[in-house]
């Protein structure tokens, strides 16, 4: 999808200024006289939260976090990034956003019943909110104007139907999230999908050699897991470690991608990644508050999810993403 340029975006802006504020609720709920005037840069500068679940120094989010950016550059949003693992936690930054007044939160639904209540009172406030990553299921219960993601559900069956043609027999599936819907969505997809068998492998994602430790036990105690499926590309390389570790036959796939994946994948060491394409979900979940703000668009009509993956990075088709994960966009 071709995006416009800054200049020609803001231009339009002003055009619609105007009618737009007749049509959306809380038009100058965020801003002061110079935004409402395009003072600064020809058209309103929004201030935009993304606020998510993922723990700090996660090279997942990072990717999501630089397409936050990106958008936010393009269209002249101020941004504030926030993120905490405990779900209070992340609740608690929601609520501060919606006490701010800013002008759109996009935000992550990993444990929904925890977001239930801050994004009731963002509405309240009339706060656009849209959701990004996980929450697929829950995101039009609660009211998000849209969401951008894959469905966990079919990447986990198409992971199985991958592990069928592998000739894979028993397949231990890592979730080192415990309660994250998008995890125990994948991990069941791959259940129902897969004929062979499938067991659910709980560990501490903060702890990584504890989650070597724990899958290397696992892999010890039963030699007949020939497949080990993790829910990040920095748990696929531990989990290549720990198989190593255990001396046994099991290979190793996984969800998501990044740049030291990559070279996992060329290498042979993980058999293939599910790239859902985080960065585009920071950048989907930026400009489209930017364009229910300014134009009163919402992407997928407030119905459809607008989905970012799930696609099959493989050893064939590798080099292909190798140039963007290494620059840090995919």
């Given amino acids: 999808m071709k995006t416009p340029s800054p200049s020609s975006a803001c231009a339009r802006v002003v055009a619609l200024t105007a009618a737009t504020c007749l049509l959306l609720t809380g038009c100058s709920g965020g801003g002061g006289a110079d935004e409402a005037s ?63 007044r800013v002008d759109g939160i996009a935000v992550t639904l990993a444990k929904p019943s925890a977001m239930a ?32 993601g894959q469905d966990e559900s079919v990447a986990g069956r198409a992971v199985g139907d991958k592990l069928d043609a592998l000739k894979a027999r028993h397949t231990l599936c890592v979730i080192h999230e415990r309660g994250n819907v998008s995890l125990e969505a994948r991990c069941a997809g791959v259940k129902k999908a897969f004929g062979g068998r499938t067991e659910n492998l709980y560990v501490d994602g903060t702890d990584m050699d504890a989650v070597t430790d724990a899958v290397a036990a696992r892999l010890s105690q039963d030699s007949s897991i020939d497949e080990v499926v993790t829910n990040g590309a920095q748990f696929a390389l531990v989990a290549v470690k720990a198989a190593r570790e255990a001396g046994g036959k099991a290979r190793v796939a996984t969800f998501d991608l990044n740049k030291d994946l990559v070279k996992a994948v060329r290498d042979g060491d993980v058999q293939f990644a599910v790239d859902q394409q985080p960065y585009l979900q920071g950048y989907l979940a930026v400009d489209s508050l930017w364009l229910y703000r300014t134009n009163g668009n919402t992407l997928g009509g407030g119905e459809a999810p607008v989905l970012t993956g799930p696609a099959f990075v493989t050893k064939a088709n590798v080099a292909a993403v190798a140039k963007p994960a290494a620059a840090g966009t995919r």
């Fill in 38 to 100: 395009g003072a600064e840069a020809g058209g309103p500068r929004w201030k935009i939260a993304l606020i998510t679940h993922g723990g700090k120094g996660d090279a997942f989010w990072e990717l999501v976090h630089r397409g936050a950016q990106a958008a936010a550059a393009k269209d002249g949003i101020d941004l504030t990034f926030a993120n905490d693992s405990d779900p209070a936690g992340q609740a608690a930054l929601v609520r501060d956003a919606v006490e701010r």
């Fill in 117 to 148: 209540g801050p994004v009731r009172a963002a509405r309240a406030a009339g706060i656009p909110v849209v959701g990004l990553n996980s929450g697929m299921d829950v995101w039009r219960s609660a009211g998000l104007l849209g969401y951008f």
